[in-house]
C-alpha cells in the first residue's frame, strides 16, 4: 500500500505560533507523528535526528558550532537525548531572534521540565497525540467502530506502513521497554509487563495504588513509579475528577485510560475485531475512544485539558465533563447502538449536584438515531467534535 500524508489539525496552530515564537517543541508519544509534521510544515529548515550517534556526538562536543551551522535555524528531533543543547538555544534566539528552532521529543516530563528551564518565554510547546477521529474521517469509510477500536490511531495505520498485529507488539518491546529501562531502572520486567495489561484492565476505572500493588505484590511507592513511566512515555493518562463547586462529597482519584485504543486491545489480549466485539471490555475501551477524542481536540487546538468527569459518594457519576467559560458541558457515554431512557438520567440530576453552571449535556454512543433538538443531545460518536471546544 503507497504511504499518504495525513494533514494534522495541529499544523495550521503550529505554524500560527511560529509568527511569535523563536522556538517551537512538540512532545507526544513515539510514532504519534511528530517528526513527519515538522518535516513537512518546516521543509525550508535543515533536520537533524539526535537519535542518530554520531549527530548526537557532535551535537554534543560542540553544541555552538552544531547550533550555528545555519543562519535559518534546524530542526532537532529527538531533542531529550541531548539536553543540554537548550542552553545554547536560549543563548542564540536571544541573539537572533529572526532563527527558528523546531524541537521535538518523546520523553513527557524530563523534556517538558528542561524545556521551561531553558526557554522560558522563548517557546510555545505543543502536545501532539495519535491521529484523532476528524483526521481520519475520510480514510475510514466502511469501518465499522470496531475496527476503529481495534486498529487505534497511530499513523503508521492509516499511512500504510504497519497492521495492529505487528505494530504494537513492536511498540511495546521496542519504545515502552526503552524509556523504562532509560527512566527506572526495573530489574524484572516481567512484573512490570504484568502491571502495564492490568492497567489496561482498569480502563475508565479510578486508579487504586494500593489495590494494584497487593495484586502484583510490589510496594506502591513502585506503582507510582511505574504510573510515571506510562505517563512520560504517553501511553496512559489520568482524568482527574471535577470537585469544585459541589454540594456533595466527591472523589478525589483519578480515572486511567490509554493514550491510544488500539495498544490497550493488544495489552488485553484481544487479537481481532470479532474477538473485541464479543469482549467484556468493549464498553470500557469506546469510553476510552470518546475521552481521548475530546482530549485530542484540546491539544490539537493548541490548548491545555479541560476534561473532567464526576462522582459522588453516592456513586452518581458523569463520564466526561468540559470545563469552560461558559460552564461545564456534561457528556454520558454509552457503546450501546440502542438508545435507552435510562442514558439520561445522570445529567438530568446534575444541576442539583453542582453549584456551578451548566452550559450543555449529550449523550455520545453508537447508535445512529440523532436528537440535537432538547435539553440533552443525543448524538453519534462521529458527531462528537460538534459540541467540542
Known sequence: MEAVYINRELSSVIKEAARYFSVITITGPRQSGKTTLIRNEFRQLPYYSLENLDVRSYAETDPVAFLNQH??????????????LLSYIQGIVDE?????????????????????????GRTAVFELLPLSYSEVRGHVEGKSLDDLLFEGFYPAIYAGRNVPGFLYQSYIKTYLDKDVRDLLQIKDM????????????????????????????????????????????????????????SRKRLTKTPKLYF??????????????????ARDKMRGALFENFIVMEA??????????????????????????????????????????????????????????????PISGKAVIYAGLFE??????????????HDILE
Open 371 to 384: 436528537n440535537t433538538a432538547g435539553e440533552i443531545k443525543l448524538l453519534n460518536y462521529k458527531h462528537l
Open 71 to 84: 543562519p535559518e535555524g534546524m530542526i532537532l528531533d529527538e531533542v531529550h537525548n541531548a539536553p543540554n
Open 190 to 245: 516481567m512484573l512490570f509487563h504484568t502491571f502495564i495489561r492490568l492497567c489496561a484492565g482498569r480502563i475508565g476505572s479510578l486508579f487504586n495504588v494500593s489495590e494494584l500493588a497487593n495484586e502484583i505484590g510490589v510496594s506502591s511507592h513502585t506503582i507510582t513509579s511505574w504510573l510515571s513511566v506510562l505517563q512520560a512515555s504517553y501511553i496512559v493518562t489520568l482524568l482527574p475528577p471535577y470537585f469544585e463547586n
Open 295 to 356: 482530549m485530542k481536540r484540546r491539544y490539537n487546538l493548541g490548548k491545555d485539558s479541560n476534561l473532567y468527569f464526576y462522582r459522588d459518594s453516592h456513586q452518581n457519576e458523569i463520564d466526561l465533563i468540559l470545563r469552560s467559560a461558559s460552564g461545564l458541558y456534561c457528556i454520558e457515554i454509552k457503546s450501546a447502538m440502542t438508545y435507552h431512557a435510562d442514558f439520561e438520567k445522570a445529567l438530568k440530576q446534575i444541576d442539583r449536584w453542582t453549584n456551578g
Open 96 to 120: 537572533y531572534p529572526e532563527r527558528r528552532f523546531i524541537l521535538s521529543g518523546s520523553s513527557q516530563f524530563a523534556m517538558l521540565k528542561r524545556v521551561t528551564q531553558s526557554l522560558a
Open 259 to 276: 493514550t491510544d485504543t488500539g495498544l490497550a486491545c493488544h495489552l488485553l489480549g484481544v487479537e481481532s475485531v470479532q474477538q473485541l
